[in-house]
């Protein structure tokens, strides 16, 4: 099993460029979840999907959408980059909320 | 205040030693996680505890609700083990709140 994937793992970006990150899991998990981890702090929730056609703001949703296209994907979109949404972003799931989570091995994006 | 305190923030030993990471936490919570990201970056999920205790391996995570209080032990610690160890808490049905992590280093 290919667990949580994600796509790119690096990306660089102009201020102001849109860019989408991808993921993907092949666990038939039900919840889905995009983080950001900054230097010195702690993973932030961004947006999770509880389940299939549901999203709900995390902690820090500014500047962000974020799309459950079926069971498998949720992916991230930032429609207008800040430097501030330079980060290392991992996606995770889990078979539903209370469950432990599984996590993909991150992208690293960088906003000039 | 951080809602999840770990201490050290860093830790340094020699390989074969007893580690011990602490994590305090301030809100009722429902569970609590340790995970292990590697120097790569990867995450990976240890434990998920609720009450007492929990062992693989050489690891063993304990947990004390009344307290708010849990720690991860590292028995026999070898190079591998160096990573950063993060502490998450569920406050209730949803979502996880994470720790800073603690970096730990074992020397050869």
């Known amino acids: 099993n290919a667990g949580v994937t994600q796509t790119p793992k690096f990306q660089v970006l102009k201020t102001g460029q849109s860019m989408t990150l991808q993921c993907a899991q092949d666990m038939n998990h039900n919840s889905m979840y995009w983080y950001r981890q900054d230097p010195g702090m702690g993973l932030r929730l961004i947006y999770y999907s509880a389940s299939e056609g549901t999203t709900d703001k995390g902690e820090v949703p500014n500047g962000y959408n974020v799309s459950r296209l079926n069971k498998r994907e949720f992916s991230l979109r930032l429609e207008s980059a800040a430097p501030s949404q330079t980060s290392v972003y991992f996606c995770?799931?889990?078979?539903?909320?209370?469950?432990?989570?599984?996590f993909g091995p991150g992208t690293r994006l960088t906003v000039l | 205040k951080n809602e999840v305190e770990q201490s050290p923030q860093n830790l340094t030993a020699q390989e074969g030693e007893f580690i011990t990471i602490n994590c305090s936490y301030s809100v009722g919570i429902s569970a609590l996680h340790w995970l292990q990201q590697h120097p790569g970056g990867g995450i990976v999920s240890l434990f998920m505890l609720s009450s007492g205790k929990k062992k693989h391996g050489r690891l063993i995570a304990t947990i004390n609700i009344q307290e708010k209080h849990s720690s991860l032990h590292i028995t026999a610690s070898h190079p591998r083990d160096s990573a950063v160890y993060i502490c998450a808490v569920r406050p209730g049905a949803q979502k996880l709140v994470f720790g800073q992590g603690t970096r730990l280093t074992i020397n050869p």
């Open positions: 995770a799931s889990s078979m539903d909320r209370a469950n432990e989570q599984f």
